[in-house]
């Protein structure tokens, strides 16, 4: 009997399908959230808060930053590095539309520990509206850095060619010229690609008096500053009194000295004037030359020869490399933002940045050993800033996993391309399956049969442990006899081998009519993962298909996820269940995003099965159990199976004939890489491969579940500082 209360995380309120089938029907009203929780054995729909939220050393949060502000506590963070809208809706961007106001700088000034630091970039034409902004909201203005520049464009007009223009007067064409441009992507790629556009070039020489007086004239200057608000928050009494109550006020000067000749320091107070104290002047401190280098400026440069030389840091605008593959249209450079969190943020400190952008903030910050919190609305960005960040992560240990009910491993297919994590063993029985892990990883031990594992063996050797248990008993393609059949226990006794190994996450996956099984087969599940000492039961039988449970042992989160909402051409929708020990990672960050990751087929084609086929493909026309064609002109096929002849086959229409589609094209409507011959092993027939296919993993929400587990395990985590 449970006799305390659980806390209910957070519950979707869409109740199971049994069906792989895309609905014929629109799917019904759903419910009005209520508050609710789990009390004895009762589970009931609902949303609640949690109290606490795990996060990483790089935390991502996505959405609106005033209302998540207001979710951290007061005086939890060290240091604020952002760069915010500068308020000139540069290149037509919703976001650049106006700096700032005072009510975010107050929840700024409310986060952040007495005598933190803010260092915010701004416009040249904008600067002074953001100050006034953050002064109001109750900062103390320190100083101004200027981060000067050789490569800015000017934006300016030519006086005399518009004179020219608007009097009528044509000049000569001389040449043509092509200008790269931007245009946003379809909207459901949300990226940004290049647009290249020809112009003429006119004569230089003017035609009429009036612009002839005005040759040589302009509208603007050369862009080659970007001023830097240094701001405080107001601390109690002296600094070095504010630095040991908590921890900031000070800034870090040797660690940002420039070079490493040079330099002074005033170490002592100086001797007064020979006409002595009171009389007329003092010298003021006593200079001692370092070789450490020279006192940090409230300038920096680029180091070009358009920007003057002196003794600055250096630091030029970032290259296309560095930039790599984010979508956001103005980058800083990683050096830049190291210099600069470095100065303001004490050693293992935590810097905030509401306007996370490309996500340069917190690459510097981890580069630099610092942890960060980072808010981005753009889901884009969001998902361009945890891979940039990742790249920039301290190299660390490899998270290890293991799997059972591993199939051909397609598991791994996902994650090798992402480093960093390395396989232990897999578990598979079926001969064909085994002869394919055996070709493709001989390195990996397959251990068989998971009901034979001696989990203590590998007690704290793994940190993920993935199992993939068998669905037929869950699904339409098989009987769904759910725990009565051995095939649908062995959930128990994965989540035995889960409490004998106690790996950081454990994973499962399978068919979402689990979720609705008449044995109540994810109750059980839900019930022994979360350390309860009884199943738990939901209202109606069914459970909803998102959600969040915390038990005894362990939290667990679970969602289920559309490949075709992930860009693949196939509805193959599947669960997945997430649990990590109490204290560990929260396990709704690691849930996939129903987007998903890594679709092998460029992103920029339609999602079809025309793009998954070397030659035209017609209609698509899947086979139900009783053998009656069901149309489908979305183009995708309906979910691949094992066990064909119950049902699921799906065929195409080429040149008139109706065909199967082929094990190659199985694999890239998986996501799977575009060669299509990861099953394709001496011996191979095609039933072998489509069976093997058919009950195995698609690529992109396992990709995404890989990457969030990188960042969650990373060396240094921290807790996000959740208000009351």
């Known amino acids: 009997m449970v006799t305390r209360r659980h806390k209910v995380l957070e519950v979707g309120n869409t109740p199971a399908s049994n069906d792989n089938l895309p609905p014929d029907t629109p799917p019904p009203a759903t419910p009005s959230a209520r508050r609710g929780e789990a009390d004895g054995h ?46 000139l809706t540069f290149m037509g961007k919703k976001w650049d539309h106006d700096v700032p106001t005072v009510e975010f700088w107050r929840e700024v000034y409310r986060v952040l520990k007495p005598g933190g630091y803010v260092l915010s970039f701004g416009g040249t034409r904008t600067y002074h509206r953001m100050v006034v902004a953050i002064e109001d909201a109750g900062f103390d203005i320190v100083d101004q850095i200027s981060w000067l520049y050789g490569q800015g464009f000017p934006k300016s007009r030519n006086l005399s060619k518009d004179i020219d223009r608007i009097l009528g007067a044509e000049r000569e064409v001389v040449g043509r010229v092509r200008m790269p441009g931007y245009q946003a992507a379809a909207a459901k790629h949300g990226v940004q690609t290049v647009n290249v556009t020809e112009y003429d070039v006119l004569s230089d020489d003017p035609i009429t008096k ?13 862009p080659a500053q970007e001023p830097i608000c240094v701001a405080r928050k107001p601390h109690k009494g002296s600094i070095a009194k504010n630095v040991l109550e908590h921890g900031v006020g000070g800034l870090n000067i040797d660690a940002c000295r420039v070079g490493t000749q040079g330099g002074t320091t005033r170490s002592h107070q100086g001797d007064y004037g020979a006409a002595g104290r009171g009389k007329s002047w003092r010298s003021g401190h006593g200079v001692v030359e370092l070789g450490a280098g020279r006192w940090p400026a409230n300038a920096i440069h680029d180091g070009s020869s358009d920007a003057f030389p002196g003794h600055f840091f250096y630091c030029a605008k970032p290259s296309k490399a560095e930039k790599g593959d984010t979508s956001h249209i103005t980058v800083k450079p990683v050096a830049l933002m190291r210099y600069l969190v470095k100065l303001v943020t004490p050693v293992g400190g935590v810097v905030l940045d509401p306007f996370a952008g490309s996500g340069t903030t917190g690459a510097a910050a981890v580069e630099e050993g610092f942890r960060a919190i980072l808010i981005e609305r753009d889901p884009t960005y ?43 063993f897999s578990s598979e029985i079926d001969p064909f399956a085994s002869k394919v892990l055996a070709s493709r990883w ?29 669905c037929q008993t869950y699904s339409r393609a098989g009987d769904r006899a759910g725990l009565d059949d051995p095939r649908g226990a062995l959930t128990r006794t994965f989540v035995g081998l889960i409490d004998q190994i106690g790996p950081k996450v454990a994973i499962l996956e399978n068919v979402k009519g689990i979720l609705s099984d008449e044995t109540n087969a994810f109750g059980c599940f839900l019930g022994a993962l979360s350390g309860e000492p009884d199943n738990l039961q939901v209202e109606g039988g069914s459970w ?28 193959r929708g599947r669960l997945f269940v997430v649990g990590c020990p109490l204290g560990g990672p929260d396990p709704r960050e690691l849930l996939p995003d129903p987007q998903g990751q890594g679709w092998n087929i460029d992103p920029n ?59 190659q094209e199985r694999e890239r409507a998986m996501g799977w890489p575009w060669a299509g011959d990861h099953t394709d092993i001496a011996g191979a027939t ?7 296919i058919g009950n195995s993993l698609a690529i992109p929400h396992v990709r995404d579940m890989g990457t969030k587990i990188l960042a969650a395990l990373a060396d240094e985590t921290i807790y996000l500082p959740l208000a009351a």
């Open 544 to 571: 909803p298909t998102e959600g969040a449970y915390e038990g005894r042992t362990r939290r667990v989160a679970w969602r289920v996820c559309e490949a075709f909402d992930a860009g693949l051409p196939q509805y």
């Open 442 to 470: 001989p390195h990996v031990p397959n251990l068989g049969d998971m009901t034979k594992i001696n989990g203590a063996e590998f007690a704290g050797k793994i940190d993920v442990l993935w199992g993939s248990t068998p």
């Open 382 to 424: 969001a998902a361009d800033i945890r891979r940039r960040v990742a790249r920039y992560a301290p190299v660390c240990a490899p998270v290890t996993y293991a799997s059972v009910c591993t199939g051909v491993d397609a598991l791994t297919l996902a994650w090798e391309p992402l480093g960093g994590l390395e396989p232990v």
């Open 210 to 222: 009036e612009a002839k007086l005005f040759q040589g004239y302009g509208t603007a200057l050369k």
């Open 42 to 87: 009762t589970f009931r729909q609902g949303i609640t808060t949690a109290s606490s939220a795990f996060a990483q050393n790089c935390r991502v949060l996505e959405g609106d930053n005033l209302p998540l502000l207001r979710t951290l506590a007061d005086n939890s963070v060290d240091s604020v590095v952002t760069d915010p809208p500068y308020g």
């Open 605 to 663: 084609a339609p999602r079809d099965l025309q793009d998954v086929s070397d030659r035209d493909v017609g209609s698509v026309v899947a086979l139900n159990a009783d053998t009656t064609p069901k149309w489908n002109d979305k183009g995708a096929a309906y979910c691949f199976r094992a066990a064909q002849g119950s049902g699921g086959r799906s065929m195409v229409i080429v040149d008139g004939e109706v065909r199967e589609l082929t094990p």
């Open 686 to 692: 095609p039933v072998q491969r489509q069976r093997v």
